[in-house]
């Protein structure tokens, strides 16, 4: 049995081709001209041989062919691959990318891939690009009012296509390799709950959805993870995230370390056996929580805007995003005192990124170090 292989066979290698030329007669200056016509470095070219009255058709063929013998001298040579960014952006960035991209990635990045470096960069000569013509792409992107994550990932996405055009050696350098982020741009609010709007928050809500919130908050899980949850993943003192909902489909976790055993609260888990009790659900393979179907859980979308928004506005707190719900999980949490690294382990990111993005020290907490360094100096 022929089996068919994976493998591509390689394009025949394009050769610069011998120019034969075309003689045309062609009206200008108020006569006839003998005009020739020839390709040349990817260009239509021509030029006027002379008046047709003074020279017969042997005598201007003889004459072109003197005109294109410097031209075919390089005949048969291979000539160099010309790559659009959309070229090299369709045949070789996305379809290697994609082995190994899971489907949020593939969504969001190839998205904004798509409708943005496509779009606005996709007909330019890949060599031709430099460091300066992306650096005024993102400044204009900027200007245009776009937020600053999506310029900021439009220069992470420029950085990764180019340095793998490098590594192909379909460039000798990358031009987006050190791009930054235009500073006039506004930056992304670093907004979180107090203790008193976390209480006011849980006031108003119904026990699935304050099961949600607590969820969020006090255990640091994404939205995704938690609509994702079956039964088969509650223990009595701990969750597994196993999988998360992206766009109403499971997928993996968002990183390695996403994987995780996350630790529950003793409320929480009080309220998680009697949402149990409430909802009668005895199927190990059920969603915690489900959709009307019942069939399928609840989507991120239909949870925020239907359940949880139009409650958390009666107190106008409805700014409260999951995404704040997560940072004040970590602000709050090092308030408190608790090791970075178990706060980092339990949202399931890096040390690193639980102190440098999630994490928004407390002013009291500022002025008590500001103040214990300058008693110190003045003391020493």
């Given at each position: 049995?022929?089996?068919?292989?994976?493998?591509?066979?390689?394009?025949?290698?394009?050769?610069?081709?011998?120019?034969?030329?075309?003689?045309?007669?062609?009206?200008?200056?108020?006569?006839?001209n003998w005009v020739a016509f020839w390709w040349q470095d990817h260009n239509r070219r021509s030029q006027i041989l002379g008046p047709c009255?003074?020279?017969?058709?042997?005598?201007?063929?003889?004459?072109?062919?003197?005109?294109?013998?410097?031209?075919?001298?390089?005949?048969?040579?291979?000539?160099?691959?010309?790559?659009?960014?959309?070229?090299?952006?369709?045949?070789?960035?996305?379809?290697?990318?994609?082995?190994?991209?899971?489907?949020?990635?593939?969504?969001?990045?190839?998205?904004?891939?798509?409708?943005?470096?496509?779009?606005?960069?996709?007909?330019?000569?890949?060599?031709?690009?430099?460091?300066?013509?992306?650096?005024?792409?993102?400044?204009?992107?900027?200007?245009?009012?776009?937020?600053?994550?999506?310029?900021?990932?439009?220069?992470?996405?420029?950085?990764?296509?180019?340095?793998?055009?490098?590594?192909?050696?379909?460039?000798?350098?990358n031009p987006a390799e050190i791009l930054f982020t235009p500073r006039t741009l506004s930056r992304p609010s670093r907004r979180i709950l107090?203790?008193?709007?976390?209480?006011?928050?849980?006031?108003?809500?119904?026990?699935?959805?304050?099961?949600?919130?607590?969820?969020?908050?006090?255990?640091?899980?994404?939205?995704?993870?938690?609509?994702?949850?079956?039964?088969?993943h509650v223990a009595d003192d701990h969750v597994q995230v196993a999988q998360r909902l992206y766009r109403g489909k499971l997928d993996r976790?968002?990183?390695?370390?996403?994987?995780?055993?996350?630790?529950?609260?003793?409320?929480?888990?009080?309220?998680?056996?009697?949402?149990?009790?409430?909802?009668?659900?005895?199927?190990?393979?059920?969603?915690?929580?489900?959709?009307?179907?019942?069939?399928?859980?609840?989507?991120?979308?239909?949870?925020?805007?239907?359940?949880?928004?139009?409650?958390?506005?009666?107190?106008?707190?409805?700014?409260?995003?999951?995404?704040?719900?997560?940072?004040?999980?970590?602000?709050?949490?090092?308030?408190?005192?608790?090791?970075?690294?178990?706060?980092?382990?339990?949202?399931?990111?890096?040390?690193?990124?639980?102190?440098?993005?999630?994490?928004?020290?407390?002013?009291?907490?500022?002025?008590?170090?500001?103040?214990?360094?300058?008693?110190?100096?003045?003391?020493?």
């Open positions: 049995m022929n089996k068919t292989s994976i493998i591509p066979k390689p394009l025949s290698p394009r050769r610069r081709r011998f120019q034969r030329g075309s003689l045309q007669k062609r009206k200008s200056g108020g006569g006839l009255a003074e020279m017969a058709r042997p005598e201007a063929l003889a004459e072109m062919a003197k005109l294109l013998q410097p031209v075919n001298a390089n005949a048969g040579q291979v000539l160099p691959s010309v790559w659009t960014l959309a070229d090299w952006i369709r045949d070789g960035f996305l379809p290697f990318s994609r082995r190994h991209w899971k489907l949020s990635t593939a969504s969001t990045t190839g998205d904004r891939i798509r409708k943005h470096i496509l779009t606005d960069l996709g007909p330019l000569e890949t060599a031709s690009i430099t460091r300066d013509l992306l650096q005024q792409y993102l400044e204009q992107k900027a200007a245009q009012g776009h937020s600053f994550s999506l310029v900021d990932h439009l220069r992470w996405d420029l950085r990764t296509i180019f340095r793998l055009a490098v590594q192909d050696r379909l460039l000798g350098s107090s203790p008193a709007q976390v209480q006011q928050i849980l006031s108003v809500l119904g026990l699935r959805e304050q099961l949600i919130v607590r969820l969020a908050l006090f255990s640091g899980m994404r939205p995704g993870e938690i609509l994702a949850l079956q039964w088969k976790p968002k990183t390695e370390r996403s994987t995780r055993n996350v630790a529950l609260s003793s409320t929480t888990r009080d309220q998680i056996r009697e949402w149990r009790q409430q909802s009668g659900a005895t199927d190990p393979d059920a969603w915690v929580f489900p959709s009307a179907k019942g069939t399928t859980p609840l989507g991120r979308d239909n949870t925020w805007r239907g359940l949880i928004a139009p409650r958390l506005k009666t107190i106008q707190l409805d700014w409260a995003t999951f995404q704040i719900m997560r940072r004040t999980h970590a602000s709050l949490s090092r308030q408190a005192g608790i090791d970075p690294k178990l706060v980092a382990d339990q949202l399931g990111h890096g040390l690193g990124v639980n102190l440098a993005v999630y994490t928004v020290a407390a002013l009291n907490q500022r002025q008590e170090a500001v103040q214990a360094l300058e008693t110190t100096l003045i003391r020493a």
